[in-house]
């Protein structure tokens, strides 16, 4: 079925990188660019960025520039999101959900989220 | 970078009652708004795009209107399972996400 698939829960300590998998099935992958949105615990949702399957190009969200990467694998439909420089503050769950690419759209999918944990 | 408000940031409300949530967008964003609800321990799950267009399978109990920078979205009759968190987002250019607004029974 139309799903996304995400990597399992990661512990990293304070300045250390974590790169979260998103496999994706059931649709044509090339189709939807893929987002990537965490949530802190007991916090609301922060969008983070986007790749696009195609060209491979990103945008991120300004507090996340310079930090995180975002790219694709479309031979084997899976998506990754690594952020360095871990700091407490990045503890949280992070989710992947696709929007149709090249047009502004709603994100109608998402992953089941991986929770990272950031502690020394 | 336009920011996302939401109003009430939490409510109670009966079984049956009529419930409206308020986002409002720091400028105009067209008709570029969706709703999500998130059960507590769940993913978000998409409820209505482009401000009031229906998600399928959604239930009709929950509509959305709005344009430009006023948005709302009703539940017309609440019940039991739409104990949640319900989030606007607005998704032209830089996606981003109200606060949310918790919403359980009284």
């Known amino acids: 079925q139309v799903q996304l698939v995400q990597s399992g829960a990661e512990v990293k300590k304070p300045g250390a990188s974590v790169k979260v998998s998103c496999k994706a099935s059931?649709?044509?992958?090339?189709?939807?660019?893929m987002n990537w949105v965490r949530q802190a615990p007991g916090q609301g949702l922060e969008w983070m960025g986007w790749v696009n399957p195609n060209s491979g190009n990103t945008g991120y969200a300004l507090k996340f520039q310079g930090r995180v990467t975002m790219t694709m694998n479309t031979a084997i439909s899976t998506a990754y999101m690594e952020l360095s420089g871990l700091r407490s503050e990045d503890t949280a769950v992070y989710y992947c959900?696709?929007?149709?690419?090249?047009?502004?759209?709603?994100?109608?999918?998402w992953g089941q989220g991986t929770m990272v944990t950031v502690s020394s | 970078d336009i920011q996302m408000t939401q109003s009430p940031s939490s409510l109670s409300a009966s079984v049956g009652d009529r419930v409206t949530i308020t986002c409002r967008a720091s400028?105009?964003?067209?008709?570029?708004l969706a709703w999500y609800q998130q059960k507590p321990g769940k993913v978000p799950k998409l409820l209505i795009y482009a401000a009031s267009t229906l998600q399928s399978g959604v239930p009709s109990r929950f509509s959305g209107s709005g344009s430009g920078t006023d948005f709302t979205l009703t539940i017309s009759s609440l019940q039991s399972e739409d104990v949640a968190t319900y989030y606007c987002?607005?998704?032209?250019?830089?996606?981003?996400f109200g606060p949310g607004t918790k919403v359980d029974i009284k």
């Open positions: 400028q105009g964003i067209s008709n570029y």
């Open positions: 059931g649709y044509t992958f090339t189709r939807y660019d």
């Open positions: 959900a696709r929007d149709p690419a090249g047009v502004w759209s709603a994100f109608d999918l």
């Open positions: 987002q607005k998704y032209n250019s830089a996606p981003g």
